[in-house]
């Protein structure tokens, strides 16, 4: 008998399969959320579908729909979005998806891995990377760079790595052992050393020499440092390049030129006209005398003459007593007014200023 029904049972499964299946499982809070009255979902961002699961709208994910898709490609990390298609950046960062840094303010010649970095290209040093690496044994007090890799050297010392003595400017037989010296050769004289020592016995105002112990003799020589047919002109200093003289030995820069040697440009102010402030004038220096200066007009100070000291101040009340405060700077004298006064207006102020000028004029 039990056999005879477990083989119907198969007949009938083979003949008519039984099928199960189970209604689709939807979480309770979903359904609650699909369950509020239409005037509550009018801002929500997903619909609900017959069998009363939550559908999100184009541009929106999460459980309930509340959580934007960014613009493609934004960085997870620097980037956000309150709205579909935007992509937001985290302070420190910038770009159209958020994943360039910026560098550290004022930072200048570096760059950033993260924000508010400053990590210096090569030849470059400092906080803010603005200061440039020396070629490599520069001497640190005698010379300098503005470049990576430079070493100029500072007045009075020269070579490669500036340490050598620099020799005085001009001088023509001479050598130095410290800093802008003229040391002659022996059979040399002069500031220098541009004079040959004749011979003993030569005339001190006949005789003339061109080299160390010899003696020639002229009729008409010029003194030294003059030249000319009636010796009228006179011999710069050695290596002066753009300047001329009035005496010997001179060297007057042309107008734009600085220096011993009249060999450097002077365009700092030309460069950077807005340095100084104030309607202040600048002038370009050299190097050693830090670029330029700024010629202040009265009443401001200051590298730059961006302080300024000239103040007035005025107090006035139209209906509780106050005093009235002036304060008048005249170059580096101060004068101070006060005036008790339980009513001062403008009309007030004209009556009385009239009646001074009258009193003044009789």
């Given at each position: 008998?039990?056999?005879?029904?477990?083989?119907?049972?198969?007949?009938?499964?083979?003949?008519?399969?039984?099928?199960?299946?189970?209604?689709?499982?939807?979480?309770?809070?979903?359904?609650?959320?699909?369950?509020?009255?239409?005037?509550?979902?009018?801002?929500?961002?997903?619909?609900?579908?017959?069998?009363?699961?939550?559908?999100?709208?184009?541009?929106?994910?999460?459980?309930?729909?509340?959580?934007?898709?960014?613009?493609?490609?934004?960085?997870?990390?620097?980037?956000?979005?309150?709205?579909?298609?935007?992509?937001?950046?985290?302070?420190?960062?910038?770009?159209?998806?958020?994943?360039?840094?910026?560098?550290?303010?004022?930072?200048?010649?570096?760059?950033?891995?993260?924000?508010?970095?400053?990590?210096?290209?090569?030849?470059?040093?400092?906080?803010?990377?603005?200061?440039?690496?020396?070629?490599?044994?520069?001497?640190?007090?005698?010379?300098?760079?503005?470049?990576?890799?430079?070493?100029?050297?500072?007045?009075?010392?020269?070579?490669?790595?500036?340490?050598?003595?620099?020799?005085?400017?001009?001088?023509?037989?001479?050598?130095?052992?410290?800093?802008?010296?003229?040391?002659?050769?022996?059979?040399?004289?002069?500031?220098?050393?541009?004079?040959?020592?004749c011979s003993k016995s030569c005339h001190k105002e006949r005789g003339y020499c061109?080299?160390?112990?010899?003696?020639?003799?002229?009729?008409?020589?010029?003194?030294?440092?003059?030249?000319?047919?009636?010796?009228?002109?006179?011999?710069?200093?050695?290596?002066?390049?753009?300047?001329?003289?009035?005496?010997?030995?001179?060297?007057?820069?042309?107008?734009?030129?600085?220096?011993?040697?009249?060999?450097?440009?002077?365009?700092?102010?030309?460069?950077?006209?807005?340095?100084?402030?104030?309607?202040?004038?600048?002038?370009?220096?050299?190097?050693?005398?830090?670029?330029?200066?700024?010629?202040?007009?009265?009443?401001?100070?200051?590298?730059?003459?961006?302080?300024?000291?000239?103040?007035?101040?005025?107090?006035?009340?139209?209906?509780?007593?106050?005093?009235?405060?002036?304060?008048?700077?005249?170059?580096?004298?101060?004068?101070?007014?006060?005036?008790?006064?339980?009513?001062?207006?403008?009309?007030?102020?004209?009556?009385?200023?009239?009646?001074?000028?009258?009193?003044?004029?009789?």
């Amino acid at each position: 008998m039990r056999n005879t029904i477990l083989w119907l049972f198969m007949v009938e499964s083979c003949t008519f399969p039984v099928v199960f299946s189970a209604a689709k499982f939807v979480p309770k809070w979903k359904k609650q959320a699909c369950e509020l009255p239409t005037a509550q979902n009018e801002h929500s961002h997903y619909i609900c579908s017959d069998d009363g699961e939550v559908k999100c709208l184009p541009g929106w994910n999460g459980d309930l729909c509340d959580v934007p898709k960014c613009r493609p490609g934004c960085d997870p990390m620097q980037g956000y979005c309150n709205r579909p298609g935007e992509c937001l950046c985290k302070l420190g960062y910038y770009g159209s998806k958020c994943n360039k840094c910026i560098p550290l303010p004022g930072c200048q010649h570096g760059y950033c891995n993260t924000s508010f970095q400053c990590i210096c290209h090569d030849g470059w040093d400092g906080l803010f990377c603005s200061e440039p690496i020396c070629r490599q044994e520069c001497h640190q007090a005698r010379g300098y760079c503005t470049e990576p890799g430079e070493c100029k050297c500072r007045i009075g010392w020269a070579g490669g790595t500036c340490r050598e003595c620099q020799i005085l400017p001009g001088c023509v037989h001479g050598y130095c052992e410290k800093p802008l010296e003229c040391k002659c050769y022996p059979g040399y004289t002069g500031i220098l050393c541009q004079t040959p020592i004749c011979s003993k016995s030569c005339h001190k105002e006949r005789g003339y020499c061109r080299k160390p112990g010899e003696c020639r003799q002229v009729k008409f020589l010029c003194k030294v440092g003059w030249w000319g047919k009636n010796c009228e002109k006179c011999f710069p200093y050695p290596g002066c390049v753009n300047g001329s003289c009035n005496r010997p030995w001179e060297c007057n820069c042309q107008k734009g030129y600085g220096g011993m040697l009249c060999n450097e440009r002077l365009t700092y102010c030309e460069d950077n006209p807005d340095t100084c402030k104030n309607g202040a004038k600048c002038v370009s220096m050299i190097h050693d005398d830090g670029f330029y200066k700024c010629l202040c007009r009265e009443g401001t100070y200051g590298r730059n003459c961006e302080i300024s000291d000239f103040t007035t101040t005025s107090t006035t009340s139209s209906t509780t007593p106050k005093s009235l405060t002036t304060t008048t700077k005249f170059e580096n004298v101060t004068i101070i007014y006060a005036i008790e006064s339980t009513s001062i207006n403008s009309t007030d102020l004209n009556i009385e200023n009239n009646k001074n000028k009258t009193g003044n004029a009789t």
